[in-house]
């Protein structure tokens, strides 16, 4: 069948078809029970209220939270260790992330005005920083792992080279996951969603490139992730129970436990929206579909991606404002500005001999 | 020796999953979302009043046939394998040529 454009034919053309025209397997008051037409009126509307106002603060607090990350390790580029390049990385993937959320909440409220090549641009860099920012996480987990339980150095101080190196890699592995944005990506008509123009592919997916492209994102963008982190940040978990405690000791097990907190309460809700979608979609059983459930699916999916994408607004909070010496430098940096330091905030009350220890060998600003 | 195979197949295996990831598609924000979830193929000719072709598209695969009822206004889906709906698409279709 050759049909390439959305066509509207009134029945009056078929006059002359008397057969067609005629004859019904139906009296006039019977029902039509199949055939059920799904519209996505509702689900593009909820759409349309709710990313322009969540995206627009999660890029105002973000960016706010980020930037401030950004200068202030900036200032103090000379002396940077390893966790602080890391997070330099981290702020950096965030921010540009943050950056393509007012185009998607335009398009949510009018549609891709932009035109493709700045879609080509943006759902690109939406997916490379998308996932940076996850795998900079996890590097920054396993460092603090082998500088804390294994007491290894992979960098040393005098070379920070290395380590921006290994941020490049990350970066590299995730422009190659953006590689088919920069194909495919295009500014589209569809006649199912309201004659709007999208920043989507030209063509819908097979259901089995659909299924296969899920499980890649499940697997790549939050399981490996998780393993990472549950792992690492549990084994250093576990080597500061040993020995005696004291206030350094727990404020660091209650920032490791905010940092594995808020990254599953950020990105579990989302894959479980995807994991329900997908096996929905994959129903073959079509008594138990209904328009309902797929718009109660579209919302979920909208409101559980941009609650994800809130993380990018607490990173600075739980990876860099944590950190005694990020304060201090902070505030050093705002004293010429006119604020008064209050109290003694910069004091560092006497380390035991255990945390001494933890101390020595690791180079992580954050504990 | 043990932990160095480990390794390597872990990294393989991460290159693997990155090559997979790079061939298929986005899959961050366009989801399927046809408007037909089932199809009418009894032939309903007489109770239609307009007919709508909506081609494939990003988002969905499949040719759908839309009919609006005379009598409720009602929107249903037709099969586009049904023999009677095959035979409006080819007029529809004959009809548009100039």
Not at chain 1, 249 to 266: C, G, N, Q, T
Not at chain 1, 307 to 326: D, E, Q, R, S, W
Request: hydrophobic content about 45%; proline content about 3%; aromatic content about 10%.
């Amino acid at each position: 069948m050759n049909v390439d454009s959305k066509t509207t034919f009134s029945m009056k053309d078929f006059s002359d078809y008397t057969d067609l025209y005629n004859y019904s397997d139906y009296n006039d008051n019977e029902s039509y029970g199949a055939g059920a037409v799904c519209t996505q009126d509702s689900s593009m509307y909820f759409d349309s209220i709710f990313k322009p106002i969540l995206y627009s603060l999660a890029a105002v607090v973000g960016l706010l939270g980020n930037g401030l990350v950004l200068i202030v390790l900036w200032k103090k580029r000379a002396g940077l260790n390893v966790t602080d390049i890391f997070i330099l990385h981290l702020s950096l993937a965030d921010i540009l992330l943050l950056l393509t959320l007012p185009f998607w909440a335009v398009e949510a409220v009018k549609e891709w005005i932009f035109g493709t090549p700045l879609c080509k641009l943006t759902g690109a860099m939406f997916r490379i920083n998308f996932y940076c920012g996850i795998y900079m996480l996890s590097c920054i987990s396993l460092d603090r792992y082998l500088s804390i339980v294994h007491a290894v150095q992979m960098y040393s101080r005098k070379k920070p080279m290395a380590v921006h190196c290994c941020c490049m890699i990350v970066w590299f592995f995730c422009f190659l996951l953006s590689i088919p944005d920069w194909i495919l990506l295009g500014a589209n008509k569809d006649s199912r969603r309201q004659d709007r123009t999208e920043c989507v592919n030209s063509e819908a997916l097979s259901d089995f490139w659909v299924l296969v492209n899920r499980l890649i994102y499940h697997f790549l963008g939050f399981i490996i992730p998780a393993i990472m982190m549950v792992f690492c940040y549990t084994s250093i978990l576990l080597r500061l129970l040993l020995g005696s405690k004291c206030m350094q000791k727990k404020r660091a097990i209650h920032v490791i436990v905010a940092l594995v907190l808020a990254f599953f309460i950020s990105w579990t809700p989302y894959n479980i929206a995807l994991m329900a979608d997908t096996i929905h979609t994959n129903r073959t059983d079509n008594n138990q579909t209904s328009c309902e459930t797929r718009t109660t699916l579209d919302v979920a999916i909208t409101a559980t991606s941009t609650f994800a994408y809130m993380h990018c607004c607490v990173n600075p909070i739980l990876y860099a404002f944590v950190g005694v010496k990020f304060r201090q430098h902070l505030l050093d940096m705002l004293r010429p500005l006119g604020f008064k330091l209050k109290g003694r905030a910069g004091l560092v009350s006497r380390k035991s001999s255990g945390w001494s220890e933890s101390v020595d060998t690791s180079h992580t600003s954050a504990f | 020796m043990t932990s160095k195979i480990i390794s390597v197949c872990v990294i393989v295996f991460l290159a693997f999953l990155t090559i997979i990831e790079g061939m298929s598609l986005r899959g961050l924000a366009v989801d399927p979302r046809c408007r037909c979830i089932e199809t009418e193929s009894r032939r309903i000719g007489k109770h239609i009043k307009s007919v709508e072709l909506f081609p494939p598209s990003p988002h969905c695969k499949d040719l759908e046939i839309i009919a609006t009822l005379m009598t409720t206004g009602q929107e249903i889906c037709l099969d586009p394998s049904a023999p009677w709906v095959k035979k409006i698409i080819d007029r529809i279709i004959v009809n548009r040529k100039p």
